[in-house]
């Protein structure tokens, strides 16, 4: 099973890195870009905002899903639940990443909101059975 887990935590990163690269690229190629700084009057309607808050909330979720991976994997959580739930969380990501880049929408919650969710039920299941293997 651990395998598995290696490959979907290998699709998380690689999910990042490309958000990373798409951010960045899409960025410079404003006129007057400044490194590091994101226009205040962008919002949802432009490609630019939509790729850097792509990537930021990657940041904000990411690595407590790794750190909560990696906690199980040192406690020893070889489940098939296990595998299930870091694919379920890295087709999320991906599905969240596409349907943020596509759909220009203020509205709340967005078709990407539904995805946002699977991740978090993701997360759950490790810490459930991470505490389930602690208790054992």
């Given at each position: 099973?651990?395998?598995?887990?290696y490959a979907g935590v290998?699709?998380?990163?690689?999910?990042?890195?490309?958000?990373?690269?798409?951010a960045s690229g899409?960025?410079?190629?404003?006129?007057?870009?400044?490194?590091?700084?994101?226009?205040?009057?962008?919002?949802?309607?432009?490609?630019?905002?939509?790729?850097?808050?792509?990537?930021?909330?990657?940041?904000?979720?990411?690595?407590?899903?790794?750190?909560?991976?990696?906690?199980?994997?040192?406690?020893?959580?070889?489940?098939?639940?296990?595998?299930?739930?870091?694919?379920?969380?890295?087709?999320?990501?991906?599905?969240?990443?596409?349907?943020?880049?596509?759909?220009?929408?203020?509205?709340?919650?967005?078709?990407?909101?539904?995805?946002?969710?699977?991740?978090?039920?993701?997360?759950?299941?490790?810490?459930?059975?991470?505490?389930?293997?602690?208790?054992?």
């Amino acid at each position: 099973m651990s395998h598995l887990v290696y490959a979907g935590v290998w699709v998380i990163l690689a999910t990042v890195m490309v958000q990373w690269f798409i951010a960045s690229g899409s960025k410079a190629k404003q006129p007057g870009a400044i490194p590091g700084k994101i226009d205040e009057r962008l919002s949802h309607q432009s490609f630019v905002f939509r790729a850097h808050r792509t990537f930021q909330n990657s940041l904000e979720n990411v690595p407590f899903f790794l750190a909560a991976v990696f906690l199980a994997v040192f406690a020893g959580v070889d489940s098939q639940w296990f595998a299930i739930s870091v694919w379920a969380f890295a087709f999320a990501r991906i599905i969240h990443m596409l349907l943020y880049y596509g759909i220009a929408t203020e509205r709340n919650p967005s078709p990407r909101s539904y995805f946002f969710m699977i991740g978090i039920i993701a997360n759950i299941v490790v810490l459930v059975q991470i505490a389930i293997k602690l208790l054992a």
